[in-house]
């Protein structure tokens, strides 16, 4: 079911880690560095994004700093002839935090809006991560555990109101449809299923180059893909669109054809590749939180050092490790379009 709201259990957590939002800002930008060509892929690719049959319990050990979806609800169930107005919600990531700083370079979160004109209610439909973003993009590494730990879940929060200063400020408040109070009661049901079973985040989106029609290795899973989504299903259901612009923030790894690695199992297992374990482990150690600052320059280096001198990426990816050949321009953000729907079109990779 869709999670209501309530404090997350647990105690590792804490966000946004201070690496993220700079790296966030120095990647947004950041021209790039030399070229280095790759080969062609030898695979069936994207990699499906994994579901699962059930939600599982978040363990102990994982905290939010802020509490995931707070005023949460159940999402109602309209009369059929209720006329509910769709609304498209943009707004700066962390805007409660940093204002529209993030807003400047385009580093956006997405949401959904709904109006039952009838009855005057409003109501703010959105998915993101449980633990914060630097919890569901990176691990922690815990000393009694031979694995890395990963606290990386996100989930559909439904609220009664929508906060029109809080989007309409720095972001973007716009009727996108109109739908019959039956649709928004399909919606909902598939929704619920959506949540079901679409448990973890991916922050990022993996290609061969920047180039249309590159290869995709990885599609991300965050917020404006619950949006893109959820706009698509209206529309399978019969909602119509307005024409207008719509813009959405991914956040790109470039990198040669990925190799499989294995799972938790068959890498930090009794059996497992010490060598392998221990390489993931180093490259992982840099994103660790709770850095004093010289810790924290010290990081960006190793990162630096990492990604684009090394051109090395370990992706956890449907709980399985894979290694990402880096290159040009390595990792970029970018705010791309991708239009509404209508009844004859359909968004890939969702």
């Given amino acids: 079911m869709v999670l209501e709201g309530g404090a997350v259990p647990g105690g590792a957590g804490g966000a946004p880690r201070r690496w993220v939002l700079t790296l966030l800002l120095w990647l947004a930008a950041t021209p790039g560095w030399p070229r280095a060509s790759g080969g062609p892929s030898r695979r069936h690719w994207p990699v499906p994004y994994k579901r699962f049959s059930f939600r599982p319990e978040p363990d102990p050990y994982c905290q939010a700093k802020y509490t995931f979806c707070p005023t ?33 370079f385009k580093i956006m979160h997405d949401a959904i809006g709904f109006r ?16 914060q973003l630097g919890n569901c993009t990176f691990p922690h590494l815990r000393p009694e555990m031979d694995a890395p ?42 929704v619920k299923q959506d949540n079901e079973t679409g448990i973890y985040y991916e922050t990022w989106t993996a290609q061969a180059s920047p180039e249309k029609g590159a290869e995709t290795w990885f599609e991300s899973y965050d917020c404006s893909k619950f949006v893109l989504r959820t706009y698509e299903k209206l529309a399978e259901l019969g909602a119509e669109f307005k024409k207008i612009d719509t813009n959405y923030t991914r956040i790109f790894l470039y990198s040669g054809e990925p190799t499989y690695l294995g799972n938790e199992t068959s890498i930090f297992g009794p059996t497992g590749n010490k060598t392998l374990a221990l ?57 791309e379009e991708i239009p509404l729907p209508n009844r004859h079109k359909t968004f890939p990779g969702l």
């Fill in 72 to 104: 949460g609800s159940p999402i109602p169930v309209m009369k059929n002839d209720d006329v509910i107005e769709v609304f498209r919600l943009q707004t700066p990531v962390w805007e409660f935090k940093y204002g529209d700083l993030l807003g400047h």
């Fill in 279 to 335: 390489a993931i482990k180093r490259f992982y150690y840099p994103f660790k939180p709770h850095l004093s600052t010289k810790e924290f320059l010290l990081s960006l280096l190793q990162i630096f050092d990492s990604v684009i001198m090394h051109r090395q990426f370990y992706l956890f990816y449907n709980f399985e490790y894979w290694f990402l050949p880096m290159k040009f321009p390595f990792v970029k953000i970018t705010y």
């Fill in 116 to 131: 039952n004109t009838l009855t005057g209610k409003n109501y703010t439909m959105e998915w993101y991560e449980l633990f």
């Fill in 149 to 190: 730990f990963w606290c990386n879940q996100g989930a559909a929060c439904f609220f009664e109101r929508i906060d029109d200063i809080h989007w309409k400020e720095n972001g973007t408040l716009v009727l996108v449809a109109t739908i019959s109070g039956n649709t928004f009661n399909k919606m909902a049901k598939w």
